[in-house]
């Protein structure tokens, strides 16, 4: 199984960066790729970016050039740094590890993300 633990929100104004980072745990080697994805409150969950085991990444169209995914194969961690933050990326935001193909690990706490003006 594989853990995940997300962490690094916080509020920050409008134009501001973040990096939150996604902690794996467990069997880390099985990991095929590693998702983020936000929940604003009253919205659905969406997805948000995503890096494969191999290194390629993708990310949403609503914050394609503000947002980065990328990895720390050592430290087992995922990290998305968020640039240019605007009021609408007020979000909780979670990871998930999908791996074995089949499998994803469960929803964490998440990381809660406030953008003010």
């Known amino acids: 199984q594989v853990q995940v633990v997300e962490s ?3 509020l920050v ?3 501001g960066s973040l990096r939150l980072s996604c902690a794996a745990s467990g069997s880390t080697a099985s990991i095929n790729a ?3 994805y936000r929940q604003a409150p009253g919205k659905q969950r969406e997805w ?3 890096i494969s085991s191999g290194g390629d990444t993708n990310v949403a169209d609503s914050v394609k ?3 980065t995914i990328s990895r720390d194969i050592a430290k087992n961690t995922v990290y998305l740094q968020m640039n240019s933050l605007k009021l609408e990326d007020t979000a ?3 990871c998930k590890a999908q791996y074995r193909l089949l499998f994803t690990s469960d929803w964490g706490q998440g990381t809660q993300v406030t953008v003010s003006s």
């Open 8 to 10: 690094g929100g916080g």
């Open 13 to 15: 104004q409008a134009g």
């Open 34 to 36: 590693v998702h983020w």
């Open 48 to 50: 948000v970016a995503t």
């Open 65 to 67: 050039g503000r947002f």
């Open 92 to 94: 909780d935001y979670y």
